[in-house]
């Protein structure tokens, strides 16, 4: 029998503060959606440049049961992230706006060995000690963490400093970046040969 169909699934309050416990050892799936501001997030909300309005992140979570002959039913947990925050351009020292889109699977196992022992060439779902009070806010909090850009940068070429600069001394900019002749190269390279 097909496990869903039996367990009760329970809709996750978009409360944030209800986000920190959640029971994930109860025989019950669970499904939600919400809306995080960056102030409900400590740890990123020190990452970020500044906090304009509608900068958060939406999120989807949904869980459901696997059944494999022979062992345990394990929970997935299935997440959703969509949201928009500014970070300080590495290029020009500006802020700017990135959007980022996430999703990622997660399996819930019963210990910390047994989260040690899980095959590492699954890419697909990471594991998860399952916990009766387990942190879903922390959690989301993680995973944009990681997800956010090593070094932010402004899309090539709209950085403000960058365009402000190119009308007063556009010549310059341009010798500059002018890259060499490919044909002098060559040239170079036949003469020290
Ligand atoms: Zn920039």
Same mark, same amino acid.
């Given at each position: 029998m097909n496990r869903n169909q039996v367990l009760p699934q329970v809709e996750l309050s978009a409360d944030p503060s209800a986000l920190h416990r959640v029971d994930f050892c109860a025989p019950q799936s669970y499904k939600g959606a919400g809306f995080l501001a960056i102030s409900a997030m400590p740890r990123l909300a020190e990452e970020v440049s500044s906090i304009d309005a509608g900068d958060g992140f939406h999120w989807q979570v949904d869980t459901y049961f696997t059944d494999s002959p022979g062992s345990e039913p394990h929970q997935i947990l299935q997440l959703r992230l969509k949201g928009r925050l500014h970070l300080l351009c590495q290029r020009c020292l500006q802020d700017s706006a990135f959007d980022l889109a996430e999703e990622r699977q997660f399996v819930m196992v019963a210990t910390e060995a047994e989260a040690d022992a899980?095959?590492?060439? $699954? $890419?697909?779902q990471e594991p998860l000690v399952a916990s009766q009070h387990f942190d879903l806010l922390e959690l989301i909090e993680d995973e944009i963490l990681l997800s956010l850009p090593l070094i932010p940068k402004h899309p090539e070429g709209a950085c403000e400093a960058h365009a402000s600069s190119f009308g007063e001394n556009g010549a310059e900019d341009d010798e500059l970046e002018k890259p060499e002749n490919p044909f002098n190269v060559l040239k170079n390279m036949k003469k020290s040969s």
């Open positions: 899980y095959p590492i060439e $699954d $890419d697909q």
